[in-house]
């Protein structure tokens, strides 16, 4: 099982909008093994596409194993981010089929890896505000916080914490802001670009939700993200058995 198939609580194509954004999001930071007509030549590579369902799909896993297997021997192939995959077949006007009979397979046509590249262009604008506080709307928590605890969970080491919090409004929050604690100053800006996309592949929310790396108490009933590593998992040694006698 991979990352992907790990999001894949349901196939794909059967998932709700929020799950298949998820995904796409993961894909885009994943390194995929992608099939070559021939082994690269420097930086140049020709990507093996096929005609499926009336359009020209290339054929992409995230391991080189599940690309082997699916056809049957070695084939030539490159690593590529999803990313830089999604770029590259927009350019050509093509789509991606990925991990073919796994459980995260998915088949992104030419339309969805333009919206996925737009997603990716998207990036914050700095700017400075007062503002008070609030505790965050509970819809807003169901829709942000799995993607956000997923994404957060990657920047483990990086940045010392997180919070989702309310910005006040009249009548209860009018808009979001996710405080991050703890993050090198020159880091900053490739932080809050990840995060910026991967707040673009979740419904938009009423006022929008903006980041911040400013220190600020949190209020009561802030969203906090936990952040701590992981404790090593030690395996016991096994136990030595009885002499061998000779």
């Not at 390194?31 to 009336?54: C, N, R, T, W, Y």
Request: hydrophobic fraction near 50%; glycine fraction near 6%; aromatic fraction near 4%.
């Amino acid at each position: 099982m991979t990352a992907l198939d790990d999001l894949a609580i349901v196939p794909f194509h059967d998932a709700d909008a929020p799950q298949r954004a998820r995904m796409l999001s993961r894909l885009a930071d994943t390194e995929l093994s992608v099939a070559l007509v021939k082994e690269p030549l420097h930086d140049q590579v020709e990507l093996k596409l096929f005609d499926l369902e009336g359009a020209r799909m290339a054929l992409a896993c995230d391991s080189e194993d599940r690309l082997a297997d699916f056809f049957g021997h070695a084939v030539a192939y490159a690593a590529l981010p999803g990313r830089v995959l999604a770029s590259l077949l927009k350019a050509d006007g093509a789509g991606v089929l990925v991990n073919p009979g796994a459980p995260s397979e998915m088949m992104l046509d030419a339309s969805m890896l333009d919206w996925l590249t737009g997603a990716l262009e998207n990036s914050p604008e700095q700017d400075e505000a007062r503002m008070r506080l609030v505790t965050p709307d509970a819809a807003v928590v169901d829709e942000l916080a799995p993607a956000l605890a997923d994404r957060l969970a990657d920047m483990r080491g990086l940045i010392a914490g997180a919070a989702l919090v309310g910005v006040a409004g009249e009548n209860g929050p009018a808009a979001h802001l996710l405080l991050i604690s703890g993050a090198p100053v020159e880091r900053q800006p490739a932080i809050a670009k990840a995060l910026s996309e991967a707040l673009a592949f979740l419904p938009p929310q009423p006022g929008g939700v903006d980041i911040t790396f400013a220190e600020a108490v949190t209020p009561s009933g802030a969203l906090i993200f936990d952040l701590t590593p992981p404790e090593p998992v030690i395996v016991p040694p096994k136990p030595k058995g009885p002499p061998i006698l000779r």
